[in-house]
């Protein structure tokens, strides 16, 4: 059986999908497993989800950092000193530099919970639901320089319903985002899409 391959993860909160990749890397036949978790924000909550599983966690402060460079510079030396072949942003909530995103480049992947191109950025629900669509969801993508573009890997569809806040259809979307970054992730590490 080749190696897994070796997954960083970025978070900055709660850290639902860090638990939904954990939980997939606990099949012997998965092909990837996560070795290190870094936030840059103490005390964030998929932290813990990393400590229970037995996983490296660091804290890497953007706040530490005069620039953005600098600070994504203190990420990939950790990742590269964790021998990371591919990084999962999970809730990540910083921009990086072009620098950082050209280095990994085709080994950087994010889960965004809307049908991109559609509803980038931040209050995803709330234009979701304002744009009057009928169906939304998640998609998990390459990282470019642009934030919230790269070349898509998977989607997974949900329905918007009459009388939903962004809090209903954030829950049925999570649900599928659960499911999705786990199948994307098997999808890149074994080479099955490529950036
Ligand atoms: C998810 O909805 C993800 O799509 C978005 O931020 C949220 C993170 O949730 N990028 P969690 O921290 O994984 O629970």
Redesign the pocket.
Known sequence: MSAKSKVGVL????????KSLIAACTDTNYPAEIVLVISNVAGA??LTHASNAGIETKVISHKAYPSREAFDSAIDTALNDAGIDIVC???FMRIHSESFVRKWQGRII????SLLPAFKGTHVHEQAIAAGVRMSG?TVHFVAAEVDSGPIIAQSAVPVLKGDTPETL?AR??EE?HKLYPLALRLAVEGRVRA
């Open positions: 978070i900055s909160g709660r850290g639902s999908n860090l909550g998929g942003e999970a809730g994010n889960i965004h919970p998640c954030a979307v999570l985002e």
